[in-house]
Structure formats: C-alpha cells, structure tokens
C-alpha cells in the first residue's frame, strides 16, 4: 500500500468588510500580499511609533526660557513633531490600504476609528480628518492651539497617541510574521492552494 501524501489545506474565502475605502478590501491570509508591501508596512508603522514617541515626550510641552529672560513653549519644535506625525499616519494609511492582511486591516481600521473618535480635540491642534482617512495640518491653528490639548492627545497612557502607537506596533509585527513566512516556509499544495506552515513565532518555538 503507497503512503498517503500529508496536504495543509488553507481556507480561500475572503472576509467581508463594511469599511469604506481605503480599507475596503481584506482576506484572512496575507497570501496575495507581495513582500514589498509588507516591507512597507514594517517601515511605516516604525515611523508612526517613532513619530508619537516624540510627541509622548514630556519635554515637549515645558516652557523653555529664550535668550531675553522669557519662558514659552518651544512652537516650532511642536510643530514639526505634530507634522512628522501627519505625514507618518498618512504614510501608513496609504501602506496599510495596499495589503490583504487581515490582522493589519483590522490594526489599520481601529486605528482611524480612534482617530475619528477624537476629532474634536484633533480639530483644536489643527488636524482634520479626510474622506480618505488621511490628517491635513493647518500650522496656524496648531500655533495658537493649548498645548494642554496636544498632551491630552499625545501624551499619557490610554491616549490617542499611545493606542495608535500601539496598533502600529501590532502592525509591524504582523507584516514582519508575513514577510519572513512568505520567503521562509510557503508552498502550494497539489491543489494549487496557497499555504504557510507557520508563522515566524511558531517557527521559532518549534526549535525549542
């Protein structure tokens, strides 16, 4: 009697999502993702995080002394943190939207979802929300805005910046399970199915 061949079968049906664009269409394997766009992930959710810890930094937000004796709070380097914030969540919004990654698009979508929840405060530091999910940054307004405002957002755990940190964390891990699963332990089956044996955590716990 011939042995009977062993075959990893992988379910091809794909989640149903009811989130408008740019996170309108999600799987729940990262097959179809190239390695690329995971690598893009990986990039972008490190900037995100590096971008909030700046602004989570409590130093930020004490009033400096200048040269003539007076204390003010530092608006320029405010500034350019809350800019290097908008463009890394508009980077990773873009890089998120590009992969079939479920996890990622699950992280990506309660993401916006907590942005959209704190609009209004957003909108006192210059920052509105697009219909494509992106932030613009009015500078006038971020200038003249409450500093106590931008900590609330930013700084603290439980805040915007802290769970938004958090999710492109979980991101970044996500999309470097799939990157190293897709150039690592991938096949197809007799079937023609696409299947992934482990991700990279089980990987690694099946040589201990």
């Not at 995080?49 to 937000?61: A, F, G, N, P, V």
């Not at 943190?81 to 992969?99: I, R, T």
């Not at 309660?110 to 609009?119: D, K, L, P």
């Not at 957002?153 to 190293?180: C, H, P, Q, R, Y």
Request: net charge neutral; hydrophobic share 35%.
């Amino acid at each position: 009697m011939q042995p009977v061949p062993c075959v990893f079968f992988v379910s091809t049906r794909r989640a149903e999502s009811h989130v408008t664009a740019p996170f309108a269409s999600s799987s729940t394997s990262s097959a179809s993702d190239s390695k690329s766009a995971l690598l893009e992930v990986k990039t972008n959710s490190t900037k995100l995080k590096e971008s909030l810890s700046k602004l989570s930094d409590s130093s930020l937000y004490e009033k400096k002394t200048d040269k003539d004796g007076n204390k003010d709070y530092d608006r320029d380097a405010i500034t350019s943190a809350v800019k290097g914030f908008v463009e890394a969540y508009n980077n990773y919004v873009d890089s998120s939207s590009k992969v079939d990654s479920t996890g990622i698009l699950r992280r990506s979508v309660s993401m916006v979802n907590n942005t959209s929840a704190n609009s209004v405060l957003l909108s006192k530091s210059g920052i509105s929300i697009g219909k494509d999910n992106k932030l613009t940054l009015d500078e006038d307004t971020l200038k003249k805005t409450d500093v106590n405002v931008l900590k609330t957002l930013f700084s603290g755990v439980g805040s915007l910046g802290d769970t938004i940190s958090s999710k492109a964390g979980e991101s970044f891990g996500l999309a470097n399970s799939a990157a190293f699963t897709m150039g690592h332990a991938a096949t197809y089956t007799y079937s023609g199915a696409y299947s992934t044996f482990a991700n990279s955590n089980n990987w690694f716990n099946g040589l201990m």
